[in-house]
């Protein structure tokens, strides 16, 4: 155990490529905290949501650091689901790592090292979650920070942008990023609606699921 006692539920502690938002492409170290209280119908982490293994903080660390990388990121699963995650988020900052969270917006984003860049989801119909998204969290989202709707379908793509506009996601977060449903919605059906509504968001396909298709640990 670390000094403080902290640990957390671990899924996997991976290197990898960054599939998605703002720093993909880049080699990143993946922590997968283990458990979600969601269950969205896309899901592609569903062997987070059980089992895992209970780490020290700083086991966690040793780890992480191992890989000598500069990216870390935490995912899951939904990571805030376990109240250490805040915790951690702090200690790889601490560490001098670039952290991003990913975190499904059904939690509350408050209290979270500001050096931490956020990439919240907006849960959509086709998630079958929609009723779980915390619309209070987008008030704490930073110019740092990104907001990413995954978009199964026409309804998901109208919801969605009426979303943007309703928040005004465009001008005060990061990046609103525009992602299709791997192997339900057709990409380039996804980036003709964004072109010929001239829609104010980045889309945005999972380059891991391209390198890799579904396979866990990467
Ligand atoms: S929030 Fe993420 S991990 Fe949880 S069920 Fe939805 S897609 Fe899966």
């Known amino acids: 155990m670390s000094k403080s006692g902290a640990s957390l539920k671990i899924t996997e502690i991976f290197f990898s490529i960054q599939g998605e938002a703002q720093t993909v492409g880049k080699p990143t170290v993946f922590v997968r905290l283990t458990g979600c209280p969601l269950r969205c119908h896309y899901c592609d982490s569903e062997y987070a949501f059980y089992g895992g293994e209970r780490m020290s903080l700083d086991d966690i660390m040793a780890k992480v650091m191992s890989y000598g990388a500069t990216y ?102 990061g990046e609103v990023l525009f992602s299709p449903i791997y192997e339900q919605l057709e990409p380039s059906q996804l980036v003709e609606w964004i072109l010929a509504d001239r829609a104010p968001v980045r889309f945005q396909m999972q380059l891991h699921k391209a390198l890799w298709g579904d396979k866990p640990g990467r």
């Open 72 to 173: 870390v990121c935490v995912t899951g699963g939904e990571p805030l689901a376990q109240p250490e995650a805040r915790t951690l988020l702090a200690q790889l900052c601490e560490n001098g790592l670039q952290v991003s969270l990913e975190t499904s917006g059904a939690l509350a984003i408050d209290n979270i090292d500001p050096r931490v860049s956020v990439v919240m989801d907006v849960k959509t119909p086709s998630s079958g979650e929609m009723s779980r998204n915390d619309y209070d969290n987008i008030s704490l989202l930073r110019a740092e920070d990104q907001i990413k709707f995954v978009i199964g379908d026409r309804q998901d793509y109208e919801w969605s942008l009426f979303k943007v506009s309703e928040y005004n996601l465009a001008g005060s977060v």
